[in-house]
């Protein structure tokens, strides 16, 4: 098993920025793929952006592409999502997801709220 804790989340001004963290312990040698979901009120979870652990390949969201980077420490089994230019419809609970495959969703971690004021 492998556990994640996030950390970060908050109220941000459109226009602002925030920096969410995820440390994970366990059975992190199982992780091949760190990644970020978020799922607004009344919408489904949508993938975010996620990150492979060895090699450290991106891939983004349209979405967020250009504004959001996710990055990780593999000393610190951390990863970072540094989301700039934030937008009101960037609201949303932020999760924290890793697992073997390329969109990971093997483990989750609990979720952290991000408010985007206009």
């Known amino acids: 098993q492998v556990q994640l804790v996030e950390s970060g989340g908050g109220l941000a001004q459109a226009g602002g920025s925030l920096r969410l963290s995820c440390a994970a312990s366990?059975?992190?040698?199982?992780?091949?793929?760190m990644g970020w979901f978020r799922q607004a009120p009344g919408k489904e979870r949508e993938f975010v952006a996620r990150?492979?652990?060895?090699?450290?390949?991106?891939s983004y969201a349209d979405s967020v592409k250009g504004r959001f980077t996710i990055s990780r420490d593999v000393a610190k089994n951390t990863e970072y999502l540094q989301m700039n230019s934030l937008k009101p419809e960037d609201t949303a609970v932020y999760y924290c997801?890793?697992?073997?495959?390329?969109?990971?969703?093997?483990?989750w971690g609990q979720g952290t709220q991000v408010t985007v004021s206009s």
């Open positions: 997801a890793a697992g073997r495959g390329a969109l990971p969703q093997d483990y």
């Open positions: 366990g059975r992190t040698f199982t992780i091949n793929y």
């Open positions: 990150i492979r652990w060895f090699g450290g390949s991106t």
